[in-house]
């Protein structure tokens, strides 16, 4: 299966401040999502980035807070935006696995990135 | 209502006992069933996927699908301490367009207790 990696795996910030996730794949991947899991609660899509074209986004979810980078098959960052505590989360990045990686209909995660907001 | 419904447990069984952990969903157009393991302070981890009804099984987990029904199951033989986390269904659903989005039901905790 693919192997990805996120950095930050933690950070603690201050509210109105940003942070950028980044998310490095060991191969080439097509589709890569951004999802956000709170506290005792599910993954909930942000957003899906294919290279070459614009992220899109899911409802309750706008660029201007989130926005998204995705210059190559490899590698995308999520930026969170002018954050306030409601933001304190894990962030997670996953792909569709590569040809002869695995199943590509199947998501494989990053470990995620734990964001606390003060 | 939801359109993935998954027990929160959590749920607290002895080393060795079976456990079944189950999702419904609502949506017909949902093709790819998927079981996430996640460890505390981990990613999710692929556990098992398949696209038809039926049983499929790998090693001590069989993933089961009902189309008719619309449920989704895991079962878990001879449960190990080791196998403690939360249990995710995940499930692909296609849009008109030829993108697709996944879907996740709430999770469930299980401890397996030695």
């Known amino acids: 299966s693919a192997v990805i990696s996120q950095k930050p795996s933690r950070d603690i910030c201050q509210r109105g401040t940003s942070l950028t996730i980044q998310c490095q794949v060991d191969s080439q991947v097509t589709m890569m999502f951004w999802y956000r899991q709170q506290p005792g609660q599910s993954l909930t899509l942000i957003a899906t980035?294919?290279?070459?074209?614009?992220?899109?986004?899911e409802s309750g979810f706008v660029i201007d807070k989130f926005p998204i980078s995705r210059p190559n098959l490899t590698f995308s960052t999520l930026t969170v935006s002018n954050m306030s505590p409601e933001d304190s989360s894990i962030y997670l990045c996953?792909?569709?696995?590569?040809?002869?990686?695995?199943?590509?209909?199947?998501?494989?995660f990053g470990p995620g990135t734990r964001l606390t907001v003060l | 209502q939801k359109e993935v419904e998954q027990d929160p447990g959590p749920l607290s069984v002895p080393e060795g006992a079976i456990v079944s952990l189950n999702c419904t969903y609502s949506?017909?157009?949902?093709?790819?069933f998927m079981w996430y393991r996640q460890y505390s302070r981990k990613g999710p981890e692929l556990l098992m996927y398949?696209?038809?009804?039926g049983n499929k099984e790998d090693g001590r987990f069989t993933a089961q699908v009902d189309k008719s029904s619309k449920y989704i199951s895991l079962f878990i033989r001879d449960s190990q301490p080791s196998d403690s986390a939360t249990y995710l269904c995940?499930?692909?659903?296609?849009?008109?367009?030829?993108?697709?989005?996944?879907?996740f039901g709430t999770g469930t905790r299980l401890k397996v207790l030695a």
């Open positions: 980035a294919n290279q070459g074209s614009e992220a899109t986004y």
């Open positions: 949506n017909s157009a949902f093709q790819y």
């Open positions: 995940a499930m692909r659903v296609p849009f008109t367009s030829g993108t697709y989005k996944y879907i």
């Open positions: 996953s792909v569709n696995p590569g040809r002869g990686l695995g199943d590509p209909d199947t998501q494989y």
């Open positions: 398949t696209y038809s009804s």
